[in-house]
C-alpha cells in the first residue's frame, strides 16, 4: 500500500517539463517534493502568485508572502504576483495544464465530492469548484476507504458535491485509476496490493484489464 | 486633489449600521487591520462583510463577529475560524459560502463596470440553486451577478495622495478588484507618499477608485501558519 508521500510520489511522475501545475492543500501539496530530475514545473498557488517555492528558512517568514492553505513560503526565480481574478482567470482559461486535489468521495462517472459535510463540516469550498470545472487535466489524490473502511470510490457521491464529471485520474493507497464511461480502471497496483483487495474496496463500477501494471516506486 | 484623511477612524466614520462591505484580504494576508479595529470600535452593527474568508476567532474579521457586529458573511472558505463555523451551523449567522474565483470576479465585474458574468464554477452543484444558466460552446455557465457594495476596505503596500496603490507579493489578492468595486473605496496603506512620487509604470490601481487614502499603523501581520525548512 501506498503511503502519502508514496500517492505523491506517483502523481508527480505525471509532471512534464514547462508545466504550470496547482496542487490542493492535503497530500495534493507534497508532489512538490517529489519533482523529477530534469523536470521543470512551475506552481500556482491560487491566492495570487505563479512561480511557489519551498517554505522560508526560520526566521526569514514573511507574513505578505503565503500559499492557498495560509502556509508562508518562498519565490523563486521567475515567479510573478497577480490578483485573484487574474488568477482563476488563468485556471478558468485553460492556461494551468494540471490540478492535483484532494477528495472525501469521487464517482464512478467521475463526480467529485470536496467540501461540505453536512452539519458537520462547512468550510466552505475555497477555490476547489474553480479549479475541477475548469481545469483541463485533474487527478485526485485521495484514501480509498475511509477510517470505517468504507469505500470512497462510489457509485454516486452521497455528500455535496464540487464538481460533475471532472475527475479522470485517481491515485489512492491501492493504485492508479482512470475514470472512463465504464467507471474505474484500474490501471497500476501499488506495492503488495491485490486485485482482490481493490475489488473489496471499490464500491463504484470496476474495471480490471488484462495489462494492469505493478507500481514500482523508487 | 487630496483624498488623504487622518486614519481608521475618520475613514470609517460614516459607516453605518446594515451596510455592505467588501474586506480585502486572503485568511490575515493583506487584511485591512486599523478599518477592522475602527469597525469593531465603532461598535457598528448588522453587516454584511463580503471577503475570501473570515480571520481567525480573535483576528480580523473574527473580531466583528466575536462582538455579533456580522449579519451576514459572503464568503469562500472560513475554516480557519471556530466561531464562525459555530455561528453558522447554529444559525445565527447567515453565510452564502461562493466559490473563490466567483467572489473575486463578481468584484471585478463591479469595477469594470459589467452587471454579470459567466463562470463554470459550481455548474452541477448546489451553488448553482435559483441561478440562470446558458450555455456556450457546448458547456454550461452560470450567470453571476456583479456585487453591490456600499464600501470596500481595501491594505495596500504603498499609496499616494491621489489614491494611486501598489500591492506587495500575496497580500494582493482581492484587494485591486474591491477598490474598484466599492461605491466608497477606503485604502489603508503601509507607506503614503506625495503623488509624483510612484513610478506611473509600477502603480497597480489607478487612484480614480480611491476615495479615501489614509497611512496605517501598528501591523501586526499576523501569520497563520509558520512553515519553515530547516538549513542542511
Redesign the interface.
Known amino acids: 500500500m501506498l503511503d502519502k508521500h508514496g500517492i505523491a510520489k506517483r502523481i508527480a511522475r505525471e509532471l512534464q517539463d514547462g508545466f504550470y501545475v496547482n496542487l490542493g492543500i492535503g497530500i495534493p501539496t507534497l508532489v512538490a517534493n517529489y519533482i523529477p530530475e530534469g523536470v521543470e514545473v512551475v506552481l500556482q ?5 505563479l512561480g511557489m517555492g ?5 526566521g ?8 492557498a ?5 518562498t519565490t523563486v526565480p521567475g515567479s510573478v ?5 487574474m ?3 488563468m ?2 482559461a485553460g492556461k494551468v495544464d494540471l490540478t492535483v486535489l484532494g477528495a472525501m468521495e469521487v464517482a464512478d462517472n467521475g463526480d467529485i465530492a470536496n467540501w461540505k459535510i453536512p ?1 458537520k463540516m ?9 479549479l475541477v ?2 481545469a483541463k487535466n485533474i487527478i485526485v489524490a485521495m484514501q480509498h476507504v475511509n477510517k470505517a473502511g468504507e469505500s470512497k470510490l462510489l457509485p454516486a457521491c452521497s455528500l ?5 464529471r471532472c475527475v479522470k485520474k485517481v491515485v489512492t493507497e491501492l493504485g492508479v485509476f482512470d475514470i472512463t464511461d465504464q467507471g474505474f480502471v484500474l490501471r497500476e497496483l501499488a506495492p503488495e496490493v491485490s486485485v482482490e483487495q481493490v475489488r473489496a474496496s471499490t464500491a463504484g463500477r470496476l474495471v480490471v484489464p488484462d495489462n494492469v501494471i505493478q507500481m514500482v516506486l523508487s | 486633489m487630496n483624498k488623504v484623511v487622518l486614519d481608521a477612524k475618520a475613514a470609517v466614520a460614516d459607516i453605518g449600521d446594515g451596510a455592505t462591505l467588501m474586506l480585502g484580504g ?5 487584511i485591512p487591520e486599523n478599518c477592522i479595529s475602527a469597525l469593531v470600535e465603532k461598535g457598528v452593527k448588522q453587516l454584511t462583510c463580503i471577503s ?1 474568508n473570515a480571520g481567525v476567532d480573535d483576528f480580523g474579521i473574527g473580531l466583528l463577529l466575536q462582538r455579533r457586529q456580522v449579519k451576514k458573511m459572503i ?6 475560524n471556530a466561531e464562525f ?1 459555530r455561528q ?2 447554529s444559525g445565527e449567522l447567515e453565510v452564502e ?9 463578481r ?2 465585474a463591479a469595477g469594470y463596470g459589467m452587471p454579470a458574468v459567466f ?9 448553482a440553486e435559483g441561478k440562470e444558466s446558458r450555455v456556450f460552446n457546448g458547456k454550461e455557465y452560470l450567470m453571476e451577478y456583479a456585487f453591490d457594495a456600499d464600501f470596500a476596505i481595501v491594505k495596500a ?1 504603498k499609496g499616494d495622495t491621489h489614491g494611486n496603490l501598489i ?11 474591491m477598490a474598484m468595486a466599492g461605491k466608497v473605496t477606503i485604502a489603508e496603506v503601509e507607506e503614503l507618499v506625495p503623488a509624483g512620487t510612484l513610478d506611473p509604470n509600477l502603480i ?1 490601481t489607478p487612484g480614480i477608485y480611491v476615495h479615501r487614502i489614509f497611512e496605517g499603523v501598528n501591523y501586526e ?11 542542511l
Not at chain 1, 519551498?54 to 526560520?58: L, Q
Open positions: 498557488s491560487e491566492n495570487g502568485l519551498p517554505f522560508p528558512f526560520e526569514e517568514e514573511d507574513p505578505d508572502l503565503i500559499n492553505g495560509k502556509q508562508t513560503i504576483f497577480f490578483d485573484s481574478a488568477s482563476f482567470g485556471i478558468r452539519g462547512v468550510k466552505g469550498m475555497g477555490g476547489a469548484m474553480d470545472a475548469s455535496p458535491i464540487t464538481g460533475r | 486572503f485568511g490575515l494576508c493583506g475570501n464568503s469562500s472558505y472560513v475554516g480557519e463555523e453558522l451551523l459560502l461562493i466559490p473563490q474565483g466567483t467572489l473575486a470576479t468584484c471585478m463562470t463554470p464554477a459550481g455548474v452541477g452543484t448546489e451553488v503596500w500591492f506587495r507579493a500575496t497580500s494582493r489578492n482581492f484587494n485591486p478588484l497597480h501581520k499576523r501569520i497563520e501558519q509558520r512553515t519553515t525548512r530547516k538549513k
